[in-house]
Structures are given as C-alpha cells and as structure tokens.
T-cell receptor
Framework: AQSVTQLDSQVPVFEEAPVELRCNYS??????LFWYVQYPNQGLQLLLK??????LVKGINGFEAEFNKSQTSFHLRKPSVHISDTAEYFC????????????FGGGTRLMVKP | DTAVSQTPKYLVTQMGNDKSIKCEQN?????MYWYKQDSKKFLKIMFS???????INETVPNRFSPKSPDKAHLNLHINSLELGDSAVYFC??????????????FGQGTRLTVV
C-alpha cells in the first residue's frame, strides 16, 4: 500500500515570490509520482509527473519538481508565482506496475497575495 | 471538445433516494475511474474499469455500483443515499498501462449533496 503526506495544508505567499509545496510518500513498491492542480470548482489538471530518468521534472505553468528517492519526497517548486496560481495542489502516487490507481495526499492550498 | 465529461455538475437529493452520475470520455482510453473527494478535499479511488471489467473495487459500500455500457462510458449508480455520501465525485480515464502509460484525465466533478 502507498501513502502520501503533504506537510502543509495552506501556503500563503506574495505574488512574484518563490514557493515550495512539500510532498512525502511511503511505498513498499516502486511508484510513479504526480502533481495535480485543482482550480476552484474545477477538475484536476496534471502539472507534471515523474516516471523515470532525470529526477528534476518540469511541468506546465513554470512548475518543477524534484524526486528524491532517499528522502521519499517529491516537492513542487515555482520560482515566481502569480495570482492565477492560487489553487489546491495534490501530490499523488501509483504503483509503477499498475494503472492510474492514484493515492492522493491531502492537498495544499496555495494562496497568492498581491 | 471536452475530454472527460460528467453530468450532472450539481445534484441535490434527499436521503434514501437512488441517483446516477454519468461519465463519458472521448480520448479512446481503455480504463476509467471514479474518485470521491470529501468535504476536506481528500481524494480517494472508488472504482476502476478496464474494457468493461472491474479490475479493482475499493472498500466502498455496495450501494455504489459502477456500470459501463461501453468503453467510453462509466456511470456511477448510488442506491439509498445517505448524508455521508455528500461529496464531489470525479470521473477519470487513462490509457491501459499495458499498452503505454499516460496520465489520468479528470472530469469537472459532480457535487452531490444529500439532504
């Protein structure tokens, strides 16, 4: 079984400041990792994913994440946020030998202030 | 064109009623899913369907039943609704990992409120 912990339920930040949203996971098998974003009253949209290869992955909207196997982390970063980045962000994992049976973290609400 | 579409977007109903939520995907994917997001935004997988076969069924009450008339549709039927069923239900689809891995695409969600 897998579990995902997002350490911060809310992250307030000023516009144009950098941000890091933290994600840690536990699993007894190899996993793939994802970050999804949910804008208010919207569905989930994939930001980026790590399947294999380079541990630094780049996604849409200027986001990137780094997979750290030893620390079982997959933190999401953006060097300069915009008001439009205000949303709920979800980290998720799935066993690498399965489909998209995603296990989600509890979500982090990013609040960008002017 | 919307890739994964759900209807209705909002559903308000009384306890004890039976209701259905429809989901359609036009991506040609082989696998479809239902997720439940509770009031605290916690997302949990409910069902997964691949080529009309249920390949996993999480420990959800048997009042919930997925029905897939064809590969492009996965509807969710809920019998004898309870207050605790109030949540946002998301449909998703992805390509069969045996063919090639793609990410899951999600619908806009159906907000179910049981009163």
């Amino acid at each position: 079984a897998q579990s995902v912990t997002q350490l911060d339920s809310q992250v307030p930040v000023f516009e144009e400041a950098p941000v890091e949203l933290r994600c840690n996971y536990s699993s007894s098998v190899s996993v793939y990792l994802f970050w999804y974003v949910q804008y208010p009253n919207q569905g989930l949209q994939l930001l980026l994913k790590y399947l294999s290869g380079s541990t630094l992955v780049k996604g849409i909207n200027g986001f990137e994440a780094e997979f750290n196997k030893s620390q079982t982390s997959f933190h999401l970063r953006k060097p300069s946020v915009h008001i439009s980045d205000t949303a709920e962000y979800f980290c998720a994992v799935t066993p690498s030998n399965a489909g998209n049976m995603l296990t989600f973290g509890g979500g982090t609400r990013l609040m960008v202030k002017p | 064109d919307t890739a994964v579409s759900q209807t209705p977007k909002y559903l308000v109903t009384q306890m004890g009623n039976d209701k259905s939520i429809k989901c359609e995907q036009n991506l040609g994917h082989d696998t479809m899913y239902w997720y439940k997001q509770d009031s605290k935004k916690f997302l949990k997988i409910m069902f997964s369907y691949n080529n009309k076969e249920l390949i996993i069924n999480e420990t959800v009450p048997n009042r919930f039943s997925p029905k897939s008339p064809d590969k492009a549709h996965l509807n969710l039927h809920i019998n004898s609704l309870e207050l605790g069923d109030s949540a946002v239900y998301f449909c998703a689809s992805s390509q069969d990992p045996g063919i090639g891995r793609t990410e899951a695409f999600f619908g806009q969600g159906t907000r179910l409120t049981v009163v």
